[in-house]
């Protein structure tokens, strides 16, 4: 902004303005309104492009900030599920245990996966569904009816028809 300032004195100047201070001058105010009917043309025509910039930029910031949140998640989730084998692998006494019993699978538990998408769509910011359904390792059907319960609860809101038919062009964001 201070560089359009600069060639804008600059190109006055060499037209012949000058800012003069002599008290016998008379004071043109049809002049002095016509430089401020100039600058604010000016200014009208450059702030939609500068809000325009400014807000594909922060946009821009918000979806890598959104990617590298999800993958931050996913690597931090990777370490708790080590730490919880590794832990069931020890009993009350704070010896190993080596019987296979501590590698059973996490039954499908409603509640899980409604807190994991919801945790995962607050990292994310945006999230489309198949890249949830990933997440969670779901069926897109299955992830579709957890994220339509979440929007039920008013925990995410939607962008898109919320059909199962238009799955693929639904993006869910945190609220």
Do not use: C
């Not at 201070?21 to 200014?43: E, P, R």
């Amino acid at each position: 902004m201070v560089v359009i300032i600069i060639i804008i004195s600059n190109i006055l100047y060499q037209k012949g303005f000058r800012i003069v201070y002599d008290s016998k001058l008379g004071i043109d105010w049809v002049a002095t309104g016509t430089i401020a009917q100039y600058i604010a043309a000016i200014a009208s025509l450059l702030i939609p492009i500068v809000v325009l910039f400014l807000q594909h930029t922060l946009e821009k910031n918000r979806i890598a900030v959104g990617d590298s949140n999800r993958e931050l998640l996913e690597e931090v989730n990777k370490y708790f599920d080590k730490i919880k084998i590794l832990t069931e692998l020890v009993n009350e006494n704070g010896e190993i245990i080596i019987d296979g019993g501590a590698f059973e699978t996490i039954e499908e538990d409603s509640l899980l996966y409604k807190e994991k998408t919801l945790k995962y769509i607050n990292v994310a910011m945006i999230a489309e569904t198949k890249n949830v359904a990933e997440y969670l390792g779901l069926n897109i059907e299955k992830t579709f009816e957890i994220l339509k319960d979440l929007v039920a609860e008013k925990s995410i809101s939607v962008a898109g028809r919320m059909t199962i038919d238009n799955v693929e062009n639904i993006v869910w964001k945190k609220k």
